[in-house]
């Protein structure tokens, strides 16, 4: 069987194959909390097999998050929508993972949809 089906232990971890999910932006979260979005997004990888699923880009400060729809952890009430969604991932096989980052001079856009511009009047009226 290929390699890439095959068990792999790192520091203390195992994962069921080496099938790791990238990070990908979502631009669904609001002020940085996890919803059924992501869920469903993340859960689905789980479903589908991979050994390793890594929620998107997380944000540790307010100011860091790319766009506003980023999911963030600079708030302890942050953590309890994103818990059930890291069992749910381990209880079907895989591991959850996450990026935490800090977009720095990129960050504060609007999303890609809008352009990636400053964020504006409209962003602010749609998203507070
Ligand atoms: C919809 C989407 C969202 C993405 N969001 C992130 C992200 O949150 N963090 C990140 O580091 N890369 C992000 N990326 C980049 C992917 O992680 C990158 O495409 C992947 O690592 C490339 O892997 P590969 O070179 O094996 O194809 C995103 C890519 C896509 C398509």
């Known amino acids: 069987m ?18 790791a ?11 940085g909390y996890a919803n059924a979005w992501h869920q469903v997004h993340l859960g689905r990888f ?4 991979a050994g390793l699923v890594f929620a998107e880009a ?4 307010a100011d860091g998050r790319r766009t506003h729809g980023d999911l963030g952890l600079w708030e302890d009430g942050q953590i309890a929508p994103l818990a059930p969604i890291a069992k749910f991932l381990a209880d079907e096989g895989a591991v959850p993972g996450i ?7 990129k960050a504060s856009e609007r999303r890609p949809w809008h352009g990636e ?9 749609e998203r507070d």
Do not use: C, K, W
């Open 21 to 31: 999910i990238s990070p990908m932006s979502q631009y669904r979260a609001r002020d």
């Open 58 to 61: 997380t944000a540790v400060e």
């Open 99 to 105: 990026q935490l980052g800090h977009a720095g001079r």
């Open 2 to 19: 290929s390699a890439l089906f095959q068990p792999l232990s790192l520091r203390g971890v195992t994962f069921r194959n080496r099938i």
């Open 46 to 49: 789980a479903l589908g097999g």
């Open 117 to 125: 511009t400053p964020v504006d009047a409209e962003d602010e009226a």
